[in-house]
Nanobody
């Protein structure tokens, strides 16, 4: 019903910034809760940030508070993750996800989300 595509990943030096985008297609995400996750090999997928359908409320994991900002532009059917003060520990594959329950499970767990992008690699060098 909805397809998500992440972009903006790449290689960045520690302390730098990167902006990830998640473009949705197929249908509007206006009433979906959205989130960013990341995962490294051998570890569980980690919820980083979530945003309610209206954009008025957000959630951040302790590991990224003060450094990452999630936002959405429903008119563009796009969600963003602005990452600043990046650390080598931020290296991971970053995923965008959509919750079709209109935020009822927000911020939720991986099981709460119905649609996922393919992921984009972020590598932070020392």
């Amino acid at each position: 019903q909805v397809q998500l595509a992440e972009s903006g990943g790449g290689l960045v030096q520690a302390g730098g910034s990167l902006r990830l985008s998640c473009a949705a297609s197929g249908r509007s995400i206006n009433y979906y809760g959205m989130a960013w996750f990341r995962q490294v090999p051998g570890k569980e997928r980690e919820l980083l940030a979530a945003i309610i359908w209206s954009g008025s409320n957000t959630y951040y994991a302790d590991s990224v508070k003060g450094r990452f900002t999630i936002s959405r532009d429903n008119a563009k059917n796009t969600v963003y993750l602005q990452m600043s003060s990046l650390k080598p520990e931020d290296t991971a594959v970053y995923y965008c996800a959509a919750d079709t329950s209109s935020g009822r499970n927000w911020p939720g767990t991986p099981q709460s989300y119905d649609y996922w992008g393919q992921g984009t690699q972020v590598t932070v060098s020392s």
